[in-house]
Nanobody, 113 residues
């Protein structure tokens, strides 16, 4: 059974940082392409970062230079480091397994003063 469990969301001031975690079970992150998506109220879900099975990474233009995706093979966990956060980054953030199609439950990130 595949499970993706996100954590690390919360309330942060503009300019602050958060690190989201996605702990995977039932899959091996090195054999999958893992994505981070986000969905803001009234907007479609968008893919903002991907790490392939080979370790290559890609981030959306909207977060380039501020967000970084990485993984810990020993922990079978994928991370999203978010720096220089802006109010427009407020959204529910989801982890996604491209190979299986499974989603995590999401974690709320709110950027506000």
């Amino acid at each position: 059974q595949v499970q993706l469990v996100e954590s690390g969301g919360g309330l942060v001031q503009p300019g602050g940082s958060l690190r989201l975690s996605c702990a995977a079970s039932g899959i091996t992150v090195t054999r999958d392409s893992m994505d981070w998506y986000r969905q803001a109220p009234g907007k479609p879900r968008e893919c903002i970062a991907t790490i392939t099975s080979g370790g290559s990474t890609n981030v959306a233009d909207s977060v380039k230079g501020r967000f970084t995706i990485s993984r810990d093979i020993a922990k079978n966990t994928v991370y999203l480091q978010m720096n220089s956060l802006k109010p427009d980054d407020t959204a529910v953030y989801y982890c996604h397994s491209a190979r299986t199609g499974y989603w995590g439950q999401g974690t709320q990130v709110t950027v506000s003063s």
